[in-house]
């Protein structure tokens, strides 16, 4: 079976613990492959690589950074159907949607960053004759970047991309559920031409690997994206020790659909906001509010909507949705299904476990799932579920909708559909979460910066905003 290694100073190595544990197909159930099972000894290594290679690579002209970013860019486009198959196979994800998401995105990140480092500007206040004041931004040191399953190569190059191009350092530590991409990523790295120690990539459990590289003294800044349980633990740990930290977690996201809303454009975004990726999407729209008048009609599109959706095989190009990421979630999400049932919900689609046959019916294939009927503050309704799951909720008026939907503790993401464009702004200032999307969902531009409010996170990233991150400002007077 093919062994997975860190990158750690420039090189592919095996854990010092000399341990491993199975990394499991979803599709199959099987495992395919072995991940190092890290710990505080590999941390303290890639630290200190990411610390000696800070000395040279912070000095290093931007234009030169740059350069090597956009040579990793073109390299993961050289690899661009090994990764495809790599982040569906890991994940269970259709590879259609790799091809057509997650892998893409990754070099755009990239550029993206490579680019920004180039044009980014600092402030200047001028007083009056007396002085001036501006500010001078610096990298800090070693980032620690945690990223989660869901989108594998996708948030570990949102992460690394803007730390490295400021001129920072990393220890990566990818969600063990999924590690392939990170792994055939530090290959391309090598490929590459990147320094020896700027980028290191550590395997292994969030408790034996995450907390070392957290709490490590040398690592000033942490990069976080996973649940918001982990974001609590990680906070309480980091906070202490001043450290940077950034934050984006989980979300229970409201998708709302005022009875003046392009009809057809709805159902088809509430469906896609429901069942991409299974619904493992932190910005999936799992709590769908339906305006009365159009309640049942709505419903009815939906359900026929979804139940066209093929769940299949991940390789074969005509299917819709593949497997969830493991047998642990898998069950979690088919609890959650059977507690809707318990506290009254009425599944109106799906509900179950998909058994596929031969060599697949071992994985982990969820029915695209919709409840109705359920109280908009049960639990089912409150709780992240991350699985192909929604919950439909009639609602009135515009007050009413809006107190719903923000009845969570998380606040995330949220889309509305409405052709009143009055309705569209007030709506969207109401609602208490990060991003607001007026009759689209998922529709990201690099430069906006995101993240959640409340227990969804803490913190801005993206566009200039993850370069203010990734540095430290320091606020310089002269005196004229
Ligand atoms: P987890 O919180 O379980 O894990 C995220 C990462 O943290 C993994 O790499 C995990 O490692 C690691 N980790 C676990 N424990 C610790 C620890 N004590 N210290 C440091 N790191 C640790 O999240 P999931 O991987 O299950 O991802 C799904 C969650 O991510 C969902 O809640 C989703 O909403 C959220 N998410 C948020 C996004 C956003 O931008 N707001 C985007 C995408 C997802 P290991 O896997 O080895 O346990």
């Known amino acids: 079976m093919e062994k997975i290694l860190n990158y750690i100073n420039g090189e592919l190595v095996e854990p010092k613990n000399g341990k491993y544990l199975d990394n499991f197909n979803p599709s199959t159930g099987k495992p395919y492959s072995l991940i190092p099972d890290s710990g505080k000894e590999d941390i303290d290594l890639a ?43 890991d994940n269970g994800k259709p590879e259609t949607l790799a091809a057509h998401v997650d892998i893409p995105r990754a070099p ?18 001028e007083m009056d004759g007396a002085a001036i004041n501006y500010t001078l931004r610096q990298p800090v040191g070693v980032a620690a970047c945690i990223s989660p399953w869901n989108l594998p190569l996708y948030l570990l190059t949102w992460k690394i991309a803007p730390a490295i191009a400021a001129g920072n350092t990393v220890v990566a530590k990818p969600s063990e559920v999924t590690p392939m991409t990170a792994y055939l990523f530090s290959k391309i790295c090598i490929e590459a031409g990147l320094p020896k120690g700027v980028l290191n990539i550590v395997h292994g459990l969030g408790s034996r690997t995450g907390d070392p590289l957290t709490t490590h003294p040398d690592t000033p800044i942490v990069s976080f994206t996973g649940g918001t349980v982990t974001g609590k633990h990680i906070a309480s740990v980091t906070s202490p020790m001043f450290k940077k930290l950034s934050l984006e977690l989980g979300g229970k996201n409201p998708n709302i659909v005022f009875s003046d809303a392009d009809f057809d454009k709805a159902v088809s975004f509430a469906s896609r906001a429901a069942f991409t990726n299974q619904g493992q999407i932190c910005l999936c729209g799992s709590r769908l509010f339906i305006q009365e008048e159009i309640y049942e009609r709505f419903r009815d599109a939906l359900v026929a909507k979804a139940s066209k959706l093929i769940v299949g095989d991940p390789s074969e190009a005509s299917t819709n949705l593949g497997a969830v990421v ?12 059977d507690l809707a049932k318990v506290l009254g919900g009425k599944i109106i689609l799906g509900g179950d476990r998909k058994i596929l046959d031969g060599n697949l ?53 949220a889309s509305i559909f409405t052709e009143n464009l ?59």
């Open 422 to 480: 009055s309705r569209g702004h007030r709506v969207a200032a109401a609602i208490e979460s990060g991003v607001v999307w007026i009759n689209t969902w998922l529709l990201r531009d690099l430069r906006i910066p995101f993240g959640g409010m409340k227990e969804s996170g803490l913190g801005r990233e993206g566009g200039f905003k993850s370069l203010e991150f990734f540095t430290e400002s320091k606020n310089v007077c002269v005196k004229i």
């Open 108 to 125: 755009a990140n990239i550029r993206f960053f490579a680019g920004a480092i180039l044009h980014n500007s600092s402030q200047m206040h």
């Open 326 to 337: 493991s047998k642990e979630h898998m069950e979690k999400i088919l609890n959650k299904i």
């Open 361 to 413: 019916k071992d994985g982990y294939y969820i029915q695209p799932t919709i409840i109705e009927g359920l109280p908009f503050d049960c639990e089912v309704n409150q709780e992240e579920i991350f699985g192909p799951v929604v919950s439909i909720i009639p609602f009135k008026t515009e007050e009413e909708v809006i107190e719903m939907a923000n009845s969570t503790k998380y606040g995330l993401s």
């Open 47 to 89: 630290v200190e690589a990411a610390k000696e290679a800070f000395i040279t690579w912070s000095k290093t002209p931007k234009q030169n950074r740059s350069d090597i970013l956009m040579k990793l860019a073109d390299t993961i486009e050289k690899h661009f159907d090994e990764l495809v198959k790599a982040e569906s196979k």
